[in-house]
């Protein structure tokens, strides 16, 4: 009865730790948030529905592959990063504009959230990848 309750109450909670997460990662360029803390709490729900299912069931929920996003993360993140270089100007120098786009109006577009996007990547890759060695070995 209680690993009934705890499945269930862990697949609401955990939507909303991740849409959460999702609003850290888009607020991280005027508020405090980002790339970092949106992927520590992403990992933290997925580590959440590791306490209520088991390995081989998270795995089935979630078939992806925790060090290819370490790969695909450190691809963004060096990419924006060099991307200044193809323009002669520093590492890591962002470019920024202003779009209008309908319903959404005036939206400021930077480099830097693919840059965020890499390390959101990595810190979910990394994290995931310690804990899931980790819960392998007991």
């Known amino acids: 009865m209680n690993e009934l309750i705890l499945r269930t ?11 959460f997460g999702i609003q850290l ?3 991280g360029h005027y508020y405090p ?3 970092f803390i949106a992927g520590l709490v992403t990992a933290g729900a997925i580590i959440l529905l590791l306490l209520a ?3 081989k069931t998270v795995r089935s929920m979630i078939p992806v592959s925790y ?3 370490i790969g ?4 963004f ?6 991307g200044g270089l193809v323009f002669n100007v520093p590492f890591l120098t962002h470019a920024h504009g202003h779009v209008m786009l309908p319903l959404l109006g005036d939206v400021s577009l930077h480099t830097a959230v693919l840059f965020d996007l890499g390390v959101y990547l990595v810190v979910v890759g990394v994290t995931m990848t310690i804990i899931e060695t980790i819960g392998e070995e007991e």
Do not use: P, S
């Not at 909670?13 to 849409?19: E, G, P």
């Not at 993140?77 to 060099?82: E, N, P, R």
């Open 77 to 82: 993140a060096l990419g924006t990063g060099l």
């Open 25 to 27: 990662f888009f607020a």
């Open 53 to 55: 299912f088991d390995i």
């Open 72 to 75: 695909i993360g450190l691809l």
């Open 67 to 69: 060090r290819t996003l």
């Open 9 to 19: 109450v862990t697949a609401v909670v955990t939507f909303m730790i991740i849409l």
């Open 33 to 35: 948030g980002g790339g």
